[in-house]
Nanobody
Framework: QVQLVESGGGLVQPGGSLRLSCATS????????MSWYRQAPGKEREWVAS????????FYADSVKGRFTFSRDNAKKTVYLQMNSLNTEDTAVYYC???????????WGQGTQVTVSS
């Protein structure tokens, strides 16, 4: 079965950086575009970014464009989200899953908590 294991979150000051990882198993990773999503307290889960199967193209929500970088390693079946210039509005639990619009999401992982606070 599909498993998605996110990691790399933590507490960081405004302006800081974090690199999230999502290790996957249970599907042919290289055949699927992937996305990162996040859910802030009291809000619905929202799309953050997507990446194509090869990693050659990436797409970002306006709120993170220019600050976040999405990458993937098909050999390791892992996606990454480099987050720079973090601000308090980035505080959320971050999840990876199949790309937005590509079908019913797989069962969600536990996510990784990102807290941006001084």
């Amino acid at each position: 079965q599909v498993q998605l294991v996110e990691s790399g979150g933590g507490l960081v000051q405004p302006g800081g950086s974090l690199r999230l990882s999502c290790a996957t198993s249970g599907f042919t990773f290289s055949m699927y575009a992937m996305s990162w999503y996040r859910q802030a307290p009291g809000k619905e889960r929202e799309w953050v970014a997507s990446i194509t199967t090869s990693g050659g193209s990436t797409f970002y929500a306006d709120s993170v464009k220019g600050r976040f970088t999405f990458s993937r390693d098909n050999a390791k079946k892992t996606v990454y989200l480099q987050m720079n210039s973090l601000n308090t509005e980035d505080t959320a639990v971050y999840y990876c899953n199949r790309a937005r619009g590509a079908g019913v999401p797989w069962p969600w992982g536990q996510g990784t908590q990102v807290t941006v606070s001084s």
